[in-house]
């Protein structure tokens, strides 16, 4: 999408101790209102940020699913969903809503570069497979095995955004069933 203010590069790493993503985004203005230690900020509403969407094995159900999000300061935003979007809580304001399991947190470990002169942005991220365990699939996933993933850059409340599977529309950010398929390989194996 060359005409996309978004458009985006990412690679996919693993480890025995944590899934790596790491994004280049061309957002020549990035930008984000909250400070990096926030407390499950709505990323989505007003910042700069990469979203994954990760449910363990490859069955495209939207059962047991995480969403991860990383602004271009470092915030998170991270929950853990049951079922497709469920649970939400709170009251009327958006600002009380709750959305999966916030209670839940990913540990992720991050790193943000805004990149002036290249008008870009990067974002490194460590998820420990400890937080990504599933009753239905092995945590780490053995070589072989298939995830569900999708990735997402945005900014300006997600009215510019683009995904490494595109949704079709099929749902919203959060169908499983359109998220890309990781597959682990080892090391010098493909």
Same mark, same amino acid.
């Given at each position: ?19 790596y ?7 020549a203005r ?12 709505h ?19 939207? $059962? ?5 999000q990383?602004d271009?300061g ?13 649970p ?27 990149h002036a ?22 945590s780490?996933? $053995?070589?072989g095995?298939t ?41 010098g194996?493909?």
């Amino acid at each position: 999408m060359p005409r996309s203010p978004v458009q985006a590069s990412a690679k996919v790493a693993w480890s025995a101790s944590d899934l790596y993503f790491a994004f280049v985004v061309g957002d020549a203005r990035p930008t984000s209102p909250f400070a990096r230690d926030a407390v499950d900020p709505h990323l989505w509403e007003r910042s700069s940020a990469v979203e994954l969407m990760i449910q363990p094995g490859d069955p495209g159900d939207n $059962r047991d699913y995480y969403e991860v999000q990383v602004d271009v300061g470092g915030a998170i935003w991270d929950t853990r969903f049951d079922d497709y979007n469920a649970p939400l809580g709170g009251g009327p304001d958006p600002r009380t809503k709750t959305f999966g399991h916030q209670d839940w947190t990913s540990g992720t470990r991050r790193a943000t570069a805004i990149h002036a002169s290249g008008g870009n942005y990067a974002v490194e991220i460590a998820i420990p497979w400890s937080a990504l365990s599933s009753g239905r699939t092995a945590s780490p996933p $053995r070589a072989g095995d298939t995830w569900r993933v999708n990735m997402y850059s945005f900014r300006d409340g997600q009215r510019e955004s683009l995904a490494w599977s595109p949704i079709l529309g099929e749902g919203n950010f959060h169908r499983a069933s359109r998220f890309g398929r990781v597959t682990f390989v080892e090391r010098g194996r493909r």
